[in-house]
């Protein structure tokens, strides 16, 4: 019935493994293209280094070309990626692991950044683009930089065949039926006065704030 449409993909966006030689010094690497991921808001870049060629999120003003580093001793320019031990306090940070020489799993879509907020010996905080503060393994690698496409979304679809487009190459169930526009059987949202439907508290909330109807009154076609 559904397929994911992951033959589009342009290939696995993320860091090559974790080295000793990145640990202790640096690696070098030439930006070869920029590439659109269908599917993905953000453009990829493609770094080739002596040993092989990689995808990366490509952090905002990357050019074709442009050489870039990886390692402790790396500079903590636009584009290089570094543990985040260091990296200075203060800086805009992208594509972060959880743990070390997992390839990037933190703070990957268009326009977004996290926030070196502290270093301690055992760890580094980082605050994430919520504000949440988190708690990172201070070998954990980073690209400096905020990623590129930010606004993407101030852009308007206009019709609905743009979202159609969209949710095809996301792999979305399009199109999509709100709740409130159903009836009070087929979903917790519907019933109620057109168009603002019901409006139910959470069924995980304490007894007292669970007030009056919360569900439907009956479920299932009506007969006869």
Not at 66 to 81: F, L, T
Not at 138 to 161: D, M, Q, S
Request: proline share 8%; net charge positive; glycine share 16%.
């Amino acid at each position: 019935m559904f397929r994911s449409p992951s033959w589009k993909r342009v290939g696995e966006v993320r860091y090559p493994g974790l080295t000793k030689e990145e640990l202790e010094g640096k690696v070098e690497g030439k930006v070869k293209a920029i590439l659109h991921d269908p599917g993905r808001g953000a453009p990829v870049a493609l770094v080739k280094t002596a040993t092989g060629s990689f995808l990366m999120v490509a952090p905002e003003g990357l050019v074709v070309g442009q050489r870039i580093e990886m390692g402790a001793q790396a500079e903590p320019k636009v584009g290089n990626i570094l543990p985040v031990k260091f990296i200075p306090e203060g800086t805009s940070i992208c594509n972060l692991e959880l743990r070390p020489g997992d390839g990037g799993k933190l703070v990957r879509c268009s326009g977004g950044y996290a926030t070196v907020v502290a270093h301690a010996p055992d760890k580094t905080i980082v605050q994430l683009p919520s504000g949440a503060l988190k708690q990172i393994n201070p070998l954990c690698r980073a690209t400096i930089g905020v990623v590129a496409g930010g606004g993407r979304i101030e852009k308007p679809f206009l019709k609905a065949g743009a979202k159609y487009h969209l949710a095809k190459v996301k792999a979305w169930k399009y199109p999509t039926v709100r709740g409130k526009a159903m009836g009070a059987y087929a979903h917790p949202h519907g019933g109620g006065a057109h168009p603002t439907g019901g409006t139910p508290v959470s069924r995980n909330a304490p007894p007292g704030q669970k007030v009056g109807i919360i569900s439907s009154r009956r479920t299932g076609r009506r007969k006869g």
